[in-house]
């Protein structure tokens, strides 16, 4: 009756974490425009606290202390915002000859579906037309507006919870701690002070890799003197933090660019070559050394979370959903009953997983026998 009860009691409180999670994950996808700016100020209060906490340590006071934390880093997104915008300022003054060279491949590319599938230039126009008409009643729907003016909302408010939640802080520790029984008072503080070590370890190895990612972006296309090669490579470097979809976004972007100014094929091989290179550099060294190992969740979580990140919140959500379920991994591999689920998240590879059940089989054999 003893083993019964355990197992009743295990089977429920695997059941209550599963309804936990689908609550959480319907919130999220009902109320994603509060969520979600929410999520993005945690872990920028987060990578911030080190900042704010040196600024203590110098004798400031705490609320002056984490607005100098906050404007620091508004200015250094500030510094690339205007290198960025001196590269597109002068993209922009080679519009006439990026013109040129998109109205010669329409042309082309016109031609060529008018000779492989026999559709005259009328018909091609109306598909055209039919297709701005489409898209001119999307983005005049109340929910495109209401997504432009969502994300101009989310810019004035991500400092303002930033600074409360670095202000706040003691009080969200407190609450997590008291939340819980006494008994488990220990194991919450080991998993807040894990989410945090991950949290930096990720936000930190991120902007070290990003910034790694982008200077070898652009050597390589200074390399082919591909125009814009600054840009492009800053550019692709920021969609790579979007995990696997990002580079793919990045590659195809820096190749149209580069066949409107190169329209030889060679250059324009050399440019998916040197993303390609970059990529496997990224992956194989810089992820590995710099990101650390805080962050150990298997390819086909990742995935599958950016995918389902998407889905939900969109861009952002792809963004968030890496720490995001490196967190939920912290806290499954230290709660008894969710164990399963942080070994299904973790990288560990299938051998290793094998030889562990394998040897825990072996001992729990070894020690029925009378």
Not at 141 to 148: H, M, P, R, V
Not at 253 to 282: E, K, R
Not at 351 to 357: A, E, H, Q, S
């Amino acid at each position: 009756m003893g083993d019964l009860s355990e197992k009743n009691e295990y089977m429920m409180s695997v059941y209550r974490s599963l309804v936990v999670i689908a609550i959480l994950i319907g919130g999220i996808y009902v109320g994603q425009d509060i969520i979600v700016p929410l999520a993005l100020a945690f872990l920028l209060a987060v990578l911030l606290r080190p900042v704010e906490a040196f600024f203590i340590r110098l004798g400031l006071p705490k609320v002056l202390a984490i607005s100098l934390a906050v404007f620091l880093a508004a200015l250094l997104l500030a510094g690339l915002i205007f290198l960025l915008s001196i590269q597109i300022a002068d993209f922009s003054n080679q519009w006439p000859k990026l013109k040129k060279n998109i109205n010669e491949a329409y042309n082309d590319g016109r031609r060529w579906v008018r000779r492989e599938y026999r559709l005259s230039f009328w018909q091609q126009d109306q598909y055209i037309k039919k297709a701005q008409t489409q898209t001119i009643e999307n983005l005049q729907k109340s929910e495109a507006l209401g997504s432009i003016t969502g994300s101009l909302s989310t810019l004035v408010l991500l400092p303002i919870y930033v600074f409360l939640m670095l202000y706040y802080r003691s009080m969200f520790i407190r609450f997590s701690i008291v939340l819980f029984t006494d008994k488990h008072k220990c194991k919450v503080l080991e998993i807040l002070g894990q989410i945090k070590t991950i949290v930096q370890s990720y936000m930190v190895g991120l902007l070290l890799e990003t910034a790694a990612v982008a200077t070898l972006n652009s050597i390589g296309l200074l390399l082919l003197n591909v125009q814009y090669a600054i840009l492009l490579g800053v550019m692709a470097a920021i969609l790579n933090l979007v995990p696997y979809i990002g580079g793919l976004v990045a590659t195809a972007l820096a190749v149209l660019v580069t066949f409107m100014n190169h329209p030889d094929g060679l250059t324009v091989l050399g440019v998916v070559g040197v993303f390609v290179l970059v990529q496997l550099i990224d992956n194989n060294f810089l992820v590995p050394m710099i990101v650390g190992s805080k962050v150990r969740i298997n390819a086909l979580a990742s995935i599958v979370g950016v995918l389902v990140g998407g889905a939900m919140a969109g861009l952002s959500g792809m963004f968030l959903s890496i720490p995001a379920i490196a967190i939920l991994k912290a806290i499954c591999d230290r709660v008894d009953h969710l164990h399963a689920w942080g070994i299904l998240l973790g990288d560990e590879s299938p051998d290793d997983n094998y030889k562990k059940l394998k040897k825990s089989l072996e001992s729990d054999q070894l020690s029925e026998t009378p």
